[in-house]
């Protein structure tokens, strides 16, 4: 089965600065990638996925990026962070020919202030 | 595209009362169900899937869930709560474009 890695776990940053969040995958190779947000009390949000290397798609127009430079390499990146972009971050590899679930990485903690 | 409801966004049982946690799902044509379980600051962990074949689906903890086409629904039960229960638990089915849609979640609270 998968596994998801994500660091780091708990992130403090002031507003205006950038925001760089990696995950990688082991166990699969070519997965489908992707990215939500959970806000308090308000469920999973979708920001990005991926199918492949390179291919981006985004869900919400927003002050985030995402990249994929390798196969098993998904990155969350910000210019200048906003209040608004407090919230936990999770990161989730899976495959349609797999039956379509989805395996979730432990997720890390950004605090704007 | 495909929709998920879960009604009830808090959801408090008794220690060892039946648990029963609602899903209805939007889909012409019967989709790919899962329970995910999320403990206070981690991930989201599989309870269990449906994809094809039985209707009754069993998984970890000693949850199940099963599948009626005729109401749309994915309900989750365990026969008796225990405190390790508390949690959040989120059901989703396939969306399109290789996406899950995911419902807004229930709070499980269980009281000793």
């Known amino acids: 089965s998968q596994t998801i890695h994500q660091w780091p776990a708990t992130l403090v940053q002031p507003v205006g600065s950038p925001l760089s969040l990696e995950c990688t995958v082991e166990g699969t190779s070519n997965p489908n990638l992707y990215w939500y947000r959970q806000a308090a009390g308000r469920g999973l949000q979708l920001l990005f996925y991926s199918v492949g290397i390179g291919q981006i798609s985004s869900e919400v127009p927003q002050n985030l990026s995402a990249s994929r430079p390798q196969d098993r390499q998904f990155i969350l990146s910000s210019k200048k962070l906003l209040l608004s972009d407090s919230g936990f971050y999770l990161c989730?590899?899976?495959?349609?020919?797999?039956?379509?679930?989805?395996?979730f990485g432990p997720g890390t903690r950004l605090t704007v202030t | 595209a495909q929709s998920v409801t879960q009604l009830g966004s808090h959801v408090s049982v008794s220690e060892g009362a039946l648990v029963l946690l609602r899903c209805n799902y939007s889909s012409s044509v019967p989709p790919y169900l899962f329970w995910y379980v999320q403990y206070p600051n981690q991930g989201l962990q599989l309870l269990l899937k449906y994809t094809t074949g039985a209707t009754l689906v069993k998984g970890i903890n000693g949850f199940e869930a099963e599948f009626k086409k005729s109401e749309t629904s994915f309900h989750l039960t365990k026969p008796s709560a225990h405190m390790s229960d508390a949690a959040e638990y989120f059901c989703?089915?396939?969306?399109?474009?290789?996406?899950?849609?995911f419902g807004k979640g229930n709070q499980v609270v269980v009281i000793p």
């Open positions: 989703a089915s396939q969306g399109g474009n290789n996406r899950l849609a």
């Open positions: 989730a590899g899976g495959r349609v020919s797999l039956g379509y679930e989805q395996y």
